[in-house]
């Protein structure tokens, strides 16, 4: 099976769960239970290729110019936790089938828990780190929506926001040493940066890599002292537990260490962080773990203290510790994820999980107990268990650390975290199975049916299988993992429960004997712990976020208040400080260029924009005069354009300023006829100052590069030559818009579109407010024409109008070899339209309406999506055109390409935006029964007409004879 479709499985199989729990919460759990089968036989297929030291790959170049590529790699280390993954994943949903209450969304919670599973899978598997941080960043997300699962218990709602936020947060550091990472070893691929060792430990930006790398994996896998998200995530249902933090998300910190480990370990910055991290989260999560009465609370922080020991395990830096943190991956995630779903059984069971008020569940709950009894010995390093043996792998290479010169410090830490997990596994057995049953509990405990008890007992199954035969069982994968972690040649060791009388078995006794003694005097140092000041995690992590809150509104609120001169003044000030900047620490070139002598046009010109310029910042208070000096503007660029031999960019200009005017002119009709006064003397001159350094700075800029010539080759030469072999048209404008550039082209579409639904959704929102009574009771600030339809005005846009539709359409066609295109024939018929509403009105224009602007937007986008989408039909990239040449007797030959089919939807979304526009603006001038029967309001013929009939009308009256007014009309 392809790695991709075993990647993809889990996303795929994430619909059916929610789409099946109308036939039933089997049929719900089977589709997701047939997901994780089918994705885990496709890995298993795998497996003899993988354990023989083979690897698997995929590959697609998806954005190779940006480095990211959809490669996918299944080797030692890939094929470990992927089979953790998928394999625990099929018991977690068999288990949370009789986990959940028929009050859950099953459905929902089986969607939730493949997206997880398949951005896991998505993480182990990927060969390229950009994709790698894509799926990071959803196991993130996907496991927000699991941890806070049970919505209605506010413990689980900030559980889910801590663990995002402080994973989330890692991610984004990770994010840059990622990248920093891929720009020393040249690429993104995994495969490709692992063979660079040297070349990254030897770069300077080896260390904020490696930090910034760290900062991701320690907060994912909860190391000290982002260790107290993982506790608080335990207000999620048992089942998302024993998944998450047995198996998947807290190992996911561990698997990038791990895969990192050949070109990052070996060093000292190495060797201080990681392994002082693991040790120091070993020790205080084994600590806590002792003096937490919440059974999932203890196995929370025992998952902390064996996620730091791994840690450790991997910050050593040795090939004999690599293989002891692989072994410990795996015999963790058995023991551990057993206890969880013990402890859930015992939750589901008993109706608590608080240990003081358990005890004595032994024969209550023989099964159970069985189940537990075997993980918490596996957990404490018990013989012949597969904890012990990793235990002491682990020990072993303790007792050859020397840290800071000192040969103590590690192995006795080891010892004194190594004697906690026993004591807190003993405690687990011992207050929770053992002693005298109790005369009450909050339900009756019994045994759970094998849907609850199934999944953990083939869990203890491997646990002691491994314990016992651990060479046979685990060896295989064992040696592809840590093959794949060292990227060398394995170094000799042995998976056996006796290695002799060995300075870690009198560790381990040690550890084992001390824990029994701190069971013992559990009570005593109970009360002494409950006594010792400490910090509390979620109390600080409240105060940071509070404080980080309170910090980002005063910077909101300081900078963001409402006033647009203060965000231009800001954004100006600090271009033009990172500008003078880059001019003053730079070099600059002599001028190669040698300036032209300016003709008289150019300079009438110029001397006409400077002082529109300068009146619209004169006369801005005036709305209508400033809109008016705004079109001056516009109209001397269409005509600098058109004589710098630019004609489309001429008559695109020209048509947008005709078009906005008028709606703007529309708009001003609503508004008052000044803008009140809100800016003092002081800020007009701190404006004016940076303006006028603005602009001399830009103009100077430009006056520099025309001076010179440009550093690279510019493009316009490759859209000149390609332009007709490559496009079909000689008209290189329009063929950049619609093919060179088209994905540009299909975005702006889509952005008027927005806008239009925008300013219609604004006002069907403002005309539902108070605003409609201001509009329906305001008085004109200007005398009203009689005449608001006049005569001469209907007639020429009458005439107008099919003589525009010909020249929009003559322009449409024509776009592709001469001047024009689908944007500027849409404007041109906009314009037609608009005149149409303008001479005769919106209530007379909109009753003759033939088609909706919604649906033209809409037809627009997907015409131009489409054809974009036909390309890949022909082998192409997303909107590449073709072109060809038709002969129909009895036309001449003529050509035709699929850039015309764009460029109509590139015509209809224009249209149907601008239209959609004047309709929601007109609207604000709408009132009730407001109605016009005619065109115009004054026209001769009708008045003659009218004062025809009433003569008649009049004369038969005279003569005793009536006539019906509507026939003689």
Known sequence: MSLFLIAALPFLGAIFPALLIRAGRNASASAAGLTSFLAFTGLMIHAPTVLSGGVVTARFDWLPGLGLNANFMLDGLGFLFATLILGIGMLIILYARFYLSRHDPMGQFYTYLLLFQGAMVGIVLSDNILLLLVFWELTSLSSFLLIGYWKHLPEGRQGARMALAVTGSGGLAMIAGMLILGHIAGSYDLSVILQHKEAIQASPLYLPALILILLGCFTKSAQFPFHFWLPHAMAAPTPVSAYLHSATMVKAGLFLMARMWPVLAGTPEWFYIVATTGLVTMVVGAVIALFKDDLKALLAFSTVSHLGLITMLLGFGTKVAAVAAVFHIINHATFKAALFMSAGIIDHETGT???????????????????????????????????????????????????????????????????????????????????????SYPQTPHDPGPGLWLSPALLVVLVVIIGLNSATVAGPLVKAAAGAVIGGELPYFKLKLWHGFTPALYMSIVAVLGGLLLLALHRHLERFWNALPRPEAKVIFDAVIEALTALSNRVTDGLHNGVISRYAAIMVAFTVGIGYYAYASGSMGAPTRVPLPAPILPIIGWVCLVGATLAIMWFHRNRLLSLVLIGVVGLIVSMAFNYLSAPDLALTQISVEVVTMILLLLSLNFMPTETPVDSTNGRKLRDAAISIVAGIGTGGLIYALMLRDFAFPTISEFHLANSYKGGGGTNVVNVILVDFRGFDTFGEIIVLGIAALVIFALTESVLATKVRAYLLNRKPHWPQSGDAHPLMMVVVTRVMMPIALMVGAYIFFRGHNQPGGGFIAGLVVAIAFLMQYMASGFTWAAERQRFYYHATIGWGVLIAAATGLGAWFNDMPFLTSDFGYLHWPPLEEFEWATAMLFDTGVFLAVLGAVMLALESLSRFAWQPGMTQEFPMDINPAREALRQFVEETKQKMADKGKTIDTEKGA
């Open 353 to 439: 999980r608080d240990i003081k008020l358990l005890g004595g569940l032994r024969r209550l709950m023989p099964i159970t107990f069985g189940i537990a009894l075997i993980a918490a010995l596996s957990m404490a390093g018990i013989p012949p268990l597969n904890g012990f043996l990793s235990k002491e792998m682990m020990l072993e290479e303790t007792f050859h650390i020397v840290w800071l010169d000192s040969h103590v410090v590690v192995p006795a830490l080891a010892v004194f975290a190594a004697l906690f997990s026993a004591a807190y596994s003993f405690r687990y057995i011992a207050h929770v199975f053992l002693g005298p049953e109790r005369e």
